[in-house]
């Protein structure tokens, strides 16, 4: 079997997965613990911690009217939150980021145009593809890597 475990202690994430995984089974991942069960016996427990994918996000957008530099603030800060929400394996869908930077259609968004976004895993430029995120890696995106530009 092969876990994906994020958080925690690693003897007491390898005790809690011999404890439920069928004997003879076999663990795979990066992170390895070697376990006493209590006759003694020595076993192996191997499982992954997730490896995170840093995202970079630029946004252009067209002001209209009722904009205010907050709104900007907020375009960022939700396209981020969205990244950062998705769980471990999740893949990144431009379609959804840009659902993200449109602040989800909600009031703020008549004050605004989005007229481009592109996504990238870094150290990538970024374009118009959704993103691959492996089975053991985490999207994550810091604020500092969204780029908005008004025009």
Do not use: C, H, W
Not at 14 to 31: F, L, N, V
Not at 54 to 60: G, H, K, P, V
Not at 81 to 101: C, F, H, Q, R
Request: proline share 5%; aromatic share 6%; net charge negative.
């Amino acid at each position: 079997i092969a876990l994906v475990v994020m958080g925690g202690d690693a003897t007491a994430i390898a005790t809690a997965i011999a404890s439920k995984k069928s004997p003879g089974t076999g663990t795979y991942g990066t992170t390895t613990e070697v376990i006493t069960d209590q006759n003694g016996v020595p076993d192996t427990i191997n499982f992954f911690t997730p490896t995170g994918e840093r995202i970079l996000a630029d946004i252009t957008i067209q002001p209209l009217t009722g904009y205010v530099s907050t709104t900007g603030t907020a375009i960022i800060d939700a396209v981020a939150a969205y990244v950062n929400s998705l769980p471990i394996g999740a893949d990144v869908y431009l379609s959804k980021v840009e659902t993200a930077a449109n602040l989800n259609n909600g009031p703020l968004s008549s004050t605004f145009n989005v007229t481009s976004v592109t996504i990238a895993i870094s150290p990538d430029s970024p374009g118009s593809s959704d993103l691959t995120i492996a089975f053991n890696e985490i999207a994550q995106l810091a604020i500092s890597d969204v780029s908005l530009t008004v025009l």
